[in-house]
């Protein structure tokens, strides 16, 4: 792909694609700043959904009939919309799940259960979002195998330096690290880890959960063994995610759940598999939610992952440079040429669900909380942050209502 | 606090900036301590009892979280010193009085801060529960400490 010379986007005209920023009764114009929570729908993925409902709506893999043979190509299209979204090698290597967890949680259990055992290590990061760190504690459990994890500083990015330490005593098997932490907006040097992981003999799992609706991501290129995001967080459905796995891995696994549309041929005295990716997709798929999930990836590659992440970066800046500002006001994470688009702060002798509560009087929604990331939070030594993220359609007047809103906060509380 | 401007806020505010009965006592006949998950709020309430064994004499809560989790465990100190175990175990949610406030106000609190502002109560519960060994009634089961480390 050619890269774009004029890569600047228009939040305001992007904004007119979301119906949930259109005024409403007598409320206050809504300043969503949690999108690294779950992202607002544009019309057109909206429209995909009511479209293929009214039209194309069937199961997969099983009708002959010429509806179903719609409602398959446009599922099977989809798949191959996230192939080229991440650049995997073919549509085999995408297998549909329903969100990130279930990506990761099928990698834990359908490779971990027959890969793991006493003497192995699982490496995962203090950094993870809990669907990266319990399913690999708990597959390290079952198996006997040992789970450790690789320590942050306390600017929130990973401590490399003595990887060898960290694995000594074990064979290392596993490594599961986040592209973008959910907490901090930490981009995290993924290929080092992965590279790591590939010397030891290690396959390497990616949590992109915060990297695929911000910037562009290629399986190929990053070299990793299986990477997991999903749809709600990119403009998509709720219901669906993806699951990319390398072939060879994919070909050699048990099937993660059992059931229809994954088998081959079923007797008393044995079941075989479905080829890939349809051994990993036992039942009815979500069907429609995947087709819209098309469309936003239509979408967002419309308006182009990197003018989005230029335009988030953007407003990161501007929104650390104020609240650096703020008096009482503590700005966690590191520094903004390795953050994504999130801004976790805490405003001092405020509990952050009294910060949210403040903000939201004022139509600013931001996250409250420990972000799944209890781990990361003690490293911290707080028991929760409040936490503003960004995305296409946020404007730097989302960020100076914040501002505002963090202000009246500290006077509420004077 | 739904509407911030709310009277009741300064009454709110007062709790949780100066907390009635708060700190831990040692030694005490009776103690728990909770968390809400969804915020990692942590409480922890210490009781003595008189000589009859059943009347609260002392109570102490102690911990660190929002507003409404601080200022709800201060107004129910307040509230039972004195009374019996037995009934203070009954205390229903919205007999707690600040979500009782709030319900008077107009402006009852979101499902959400509701768990903040009845953590207090859970606590209690499950301190007052395992010293007079009764079951927890089972919709306070989530409050019971679980142990991270």
Redesign the interface.
């Known amino acids: 792909m050619a890269v774009e010379q004029n890569v600047k986007l228009d939040a305001k005209r992007i904004r007119a694609d979301f119906p949930i920023f259109e005024p409403q009764d007598g409320g206050k114009p809504l300043a969503f700043l949690d999108s690294a929570v779950s992202a607002h729908k544009p019309r057109q993925v909206l429209a995909a959904l009511e479209d293929f409902y009214e039209h194309s709506y069937g199961n997969v893999g099983r009708g002959v009939y010429a509806l179903a043979e719609r409602a398959n190509a446009a599922y099977e299209e989809a798949r191959e919309k996230a192939q080229r979204f991440v650049n995997a090698r073919s549509p085999g290597e995408i297998v549909f799940t329903r969100n990130t967890t279930e990506g990761l949680n099928l990698v834990a259990y359908a490779w971990g259960l027959d890969n793991l055992g006493p003497g192995d290590i699982v490496l995962a990061s203090e950094l993870e979002h809990h669907s990266n760190f319990v399913p690999w504690q708990e597959v390290a459990r079952r198996t006997g195998a040992e789970f450790r994890v690789v320590p942050v500083t306390s600017e929130g990015e990973l401590e490399l330096d003595g990887l060898d330490r960290l694995v000594a005593g074990g064979r290392l098997k596993l490594v599961a690290i986040t592209a973008v932490s959910n907490s901090l907006g930490t981009i995290v040097p993924v290929e080092k880890l992965i590279g790591f992981a590939h010397e030891q003999g290690a396959i390497a799992v990616v949590d992109a959960a915060q990297a695929a609706p911000h910037r562009a991501v290629d399986v190929q290129a990053l070299n990793c063994d299986f990477l997991a995001f999903s749809g709600h967080k990119m403009c998509g459905p709720s219901g669906v995610g993806v699951l990319y796995g390398r072939r060879e891995l994919f070909e050699r696994m048990s099937p993660f759940q059992t059931g229809g549309g994954m088998i081959r041929r079923v007797s008393v005295e044995k079941t075989t598999w479905a080829e890939l990716p349809h051994k990993f997709e036992a039942g009815t798929p979500p069907v429609a939610e995947a087709v819209a999930l098309g469309a936003a990836i239509d979408y967002l590659k419309g308006i182009g992952l990197e003018a989005i992440a230029a335009h988030e970066h953007e407003l990161t800046a501007y929104a650390l440079e104020l609240m650096a500002e703020i008096p009482g006001l503590t700005l966690y994470g590191p520094p903004l040429e390795r953050r994504s688009g999130i801004v976790s702060f805490n405003l001092e002798g405020i509990h952050p669900h009294d910060v949210a509560q403040i903000l939201d009087a004022e139509g600013v929604c931001v996250r409250a909380g420990h972000h799944c990331n209890q781990p990361l939070m003690r490293k911290l030594g707080v028991s929760a942050t409040s936490r503003a993220s960004f995305y296409l359609y946020s404007l730097p007047e989302e960020v100076d209502r914040l501002v505002a809103g963090l202000e009246r906060a500290r006077k509420v509380f004077a | 606090?739904?509407?911030?401007d709310n009277l009741y806020?300064e009454l709110i505010?007062d709790h949780y900036k100066s907390p009635r009965h708060h700190g831990r006592l040692e030694p005490a006949d009776a103690e728990a301590e909770g968390q809400n998950p969804?915020?990692?709020?942590?409480l922890t309430v210490t009781l003595r009892f008189g000589a009859d064994g059943e009347t609260i004499e002392e109570v102490a809560f102690d911990g660190?979280?929002?507003?409404?989790s601080q200022a709800a465990a201060s107004m129910l100190s307040e509230e039972i010193v004195g009374r019996k175990a037995a009934e203070v175990a009954e205390i229903g949610k919205d007999d707690t009085p600040l979500v009782a406030m709030m319900v008077e106000s107009g402006t009852p609190l979101t499902p959400v801060?509701l768990k903040?502002a009845l953590l207090g109560l859970g606590v209690l519960k499950v301190a007052l529960h395992k010293s007079a060994g009764t079951p927890l009634p089972e919709e306070w089961a989530g409050v019971e400490d679980v142990d991270?480390e």
């Open positions: 606090m739904n509407d911030i806020r505010l969804l915020c990692g709020d942590e660190h979280g929002c507003a409404i801060r903040c991270f």
